[in-house]
């Protein structure tokens, strides 16, 4: 049974950084990722790494957000620098597997005040 458990989120003021990590468990994969949720909106792509190590971003956080992973410890991190108000959402933690099945963690809250 994969499990995907996020920590990390928080409040902090703009300018400010905050590292999430998600915590994967019962799969290999062939990416994970961080999409990230405000209320009345769709669900948004913010960074993603492949198996293999290739990375991509979002436009919106390109040179402030860094994701990472550490196989060994089966988990992944989104380093989030310089945020801004417009970051503040819930992060969510998600696994594809080698079928294509999609897993999310449960969220964790990310709030930036101005």
């Known amino acids: 049974q994969v499990q995907l458990a996020e920590s990390g989120g928080g409040l902090v003021q703009a300018g400010g950084s905050l590292r999430l990590s998600c915590a994967a468990s019962?799969?290999?994969?062939?990416?994970l990722g961080w999409y990230r949720q405000v209320p009345e909106k769709q669900r948004e792509l913010v960074a993603i790494?492949?198996?293999?190590?290739?990375?991509n971003y979002a436009d919106s956080v390109k040179g402030r957000f860094t994701i990472s992973r550490d196989s060994a410890k089966s988990r992944m991190y989104l380093q989030m620098n310089s945020l801004k108000p417009e970051d503040t959402a819930v992060y969510y933690c998600?696994?594809?597997?080698?079928?294509?099945?999609?897993?999310w963690g449960q969220g964790t809250q990310v709030t930036v005040s101005s």
């Open positions: 998600y696994l594809v597997d080698w079928n294509g099945k999609v897993y």
């Open positions: 019962g799969s290999s994969f062939s990416a």
């Open positions: 790494i492949s198996s293999g190590g290739t990375s």
